[in-house]
DNA sequence: TATGAATGAGGCTTCATTCAT
DNA sequence: AATGAATGAAGCCTCATTCAT
């Protein structure tokens, strides 16, 4: 059981969930709780909501989960596990035959444009975000996953052909990464998604330029 | 005193800070809100808290704002009345012989980067954003504002010799401020200032190229 | 769940209390709310007090009830219940044989001298009388709970063949009903028993001559 | 200063209002507190408004009163007073020519008719009595007063040439105020006035009858 | 294992009273 | 004497967590 920070608190699952009954019960507790979250917002989201919602008994959650910061944990790290999943796989099918233009925008759509979670996923991502300010762990389980997304996006520029050295790879993977809390702050203030997509797009196209290929456009 | 919606409630500070005294109250008040916002965020933000840090009684919060809410609120206000403040102040100085490239990065600079307040300001802000999807009157106050924003981003940017319509200019506006929290990011992670600068820049040339004037240098 | 005026407050109890200790437990802190409301008064009735009367914290007050209105609420429901079934119970006992005089104080002693509930009886009746004009759910009952008893009033006096309209007999019997807190009065201020009865007998013949036929002895 | 019950409170006015000045700051805060009674109840009385109303600080108040409570009790003392003054002055008019059955009438016109206070009266009386049952003192008031009142009545009585012996006049003293109580809780349930005011009688004539001279009828 | 009743610390707010000016 | 800002105990209610069954 991972012990963190100041008021120790438990935060991962309590007992990894082997048999198959207790996996389902986990996997309804945190359907229901992204439901719940999406739904009503993370200030309205109660354990006895949740278990109510999930058709068992309070007491059931702590059997599970130590608490209930626990639960919206996990959903997180299963989230970023998510997009962590997407790139690696992307990462699988890069050829280098594509132009780089063309890897990047498809990584865009492949990142950005998909439904990471089924449902209002939108709005959990939101709520998750307020998550993370109010739970240290979760910042800090963010830090990590921003690593690994660098080098992730490192890999996948230098199979896509990018010419760039393995510290300007790693630098570009970071500030694409940032420039993902951006698609989301301006989510967050309702811009429309197409037109971040937009946005987005021209930032990264502004990071890649130096390193495309000469005579590459739009 | 502003009457507002559902839950009838008093958003607007009790009393105009007349007397000096009262005005050092209030204003104490919402710095050591500030502060606390900023460090343990908006969650843990209790009327008790912000007495005892402000050290003084419960009750004497109540004697400056009518609910916690409206210690909130006022915050809220302030703050986007220095963003706004910045921006005219900025829009005074566009003389039009600059690079737009590099009005435009001065703006972001000096519009978000800037301290408005003493202490961790980009953390005040996100919670301030939470505070915003969590009080309706806060959201229509922040609607208004944005309308002026939006006037004022495009004044700017038209004087700058943006070539682009008021709706783009706002979102222009929008972007380049989420850039500046990837640069904060980037440099907790421990990058290189010069570095952060030089994609910094890169990106804002990625956003606002298609409106440059053909053939303008960096 | 009764949805009811302006602060939307919840006053019915939370559930009907179906299992056996939920039921003892409703009926204890009905119990206990209604000795602190006769022996405090209602102005010092606190859900704080009424849990630890009860011997249970104060978040189990509000598992069977949404807050302190619905439990005075259910107090008056009951009250007004039993008087009700005792004027019924009254109703089917009148022969039409005894001296109308008689059957009228044998009346006010039924409906309003017997205990309803353990301990201090005609104090909990001002204090409800108390909460009746601090919320506006108990008068709308109160209301209609005064037509109910104004027909059994009626229909009372009619079988015991009092010669008064509809209107009238309502009102002897609200009068009626003081009178026997004279009785209470005189009773705590130490006048003997017996001479209170005699007094009580002259008031209740003083409001029923007018109504009873020629000639009626005592 | 009197010393009183569980938690020792000084109930009365601070100081002989000797001075001009003060007995006028004295009587408009009395004043001001019944109007505030009658219109907002006794709930909704605070110093804070009292003050206010009253056109003066709140730490005035505590000069000429020790604190709240003190106040209602000053406002009841000259409320009971006003009705023994008026029943002393009803005495003396009393010439022993009357039919008794006609002095008792004008007893309770002047007794219950007249408005004892100007302003929101009954309002006012209801809230009086409200405070009653909050401050144990005022009950204690209320019992000396009652005593004192049965023996006015047992002197207007006598005067009045009642064929009664001195302890059945007594009796009688206490009954008929008693019976004004009656009267009240019959207003405070809202009965009509001119209604109250005929079953009041006749309860009154119940209570005579035995003693008036022979031959006495409506 | 599962249940859900029970707990009680802690959040927001009010207001009688005090005291420095 | 007068002021009114300041105090803080106390009221109502919520909800994460525990534990007897």
């Known amino acids: 059981m991972v012990e963190t920070t100041i008021p120790k608190?438990?935060?991962?699952?309590?007992?990894?969930?082997?048999?198959?009954?207790?996996?389902?019960?986990?996997?309804?507790?945190?359907?229901?709780?992204?439901?719940?979250?999406?739904t009503n917002g993370l200030e309205k989201l109660t354990t006895n909501h949740i278990a109510k919602a999930s058709g068992m008994a309070v007491g059931s959650l702590y059997r599970y989960f130590p608490n209930k910061q626990a639960i919206i944990y996990e959903i997180y790290l299963r989230w970023l596990g998510q997009v962590r999943e997407r790139m690696e796989r992307f990462l699988e099918e890069i050829t280098g035959a594509q132009p780089i233009i063309e890897v990047m925008q498809a990584l865009a759509e492949r990142i950005y444009g998909?439904?990471?979670?089924?449902?209002?996923?939108?709005?959990?991502?939101?709520?998750?975000?307020k998550a993370?300010?109010?739970?240290?762990?979760?910042?800090?389980?963010?830090?990590?996953?921003?690593?690994?997304?660098?080098t992730l996006l490192s890999r996948i520029l230098e199979r896509a052909g990018l010419n760039a050295s393995d510290k300007e790879r790693m630098e570009i993977g970071a500030y694409l990464y940032g420039l993902d809390s951006v698609r989301q702050d301006l989510m967050e203030q309702g811009?429309?998604?197409?037109?971040?997509?937009?946005?987005?797009?021209?930032?990264?196209?502004?990071?890649?330029?130096?390193?495309?290929?000469e005579g590459s456009r739009f």
Not at 115 to 122: A, F, V, W
Not at 191 to 213: H, K, N, S, Y
Request: proline share 6%; charged share 35%.
């Open 9 to 38: 608190r438990k935060i991962s699952a309590r007992k990894a969930p082997n048999q198959e009954r207790s996996k389902a019960r986990v996997d309804q507790i945190l359907e229901v709780t992204c439901e719940l979250m999406a």
């Open 114 to 129: 998909e439904s990471l979670m089924p449902g209002d996923d939108k709005q959990l991502e939101m709520e998750l975000r």
């Open 132 to 150: 993370m300010s109010l739970y240290p762990e979760l910042r800090e389980e963010d830090r990590k996953h921003g690593e690994q997304i660098a």
């Open 191 to 213: 811009m429309d998604q197409q037109t971040i997509r937009v946005w987005q797009w021209r930032a990264t196209f502004g990071i890649l330029q130096p390193f495309l290929p």
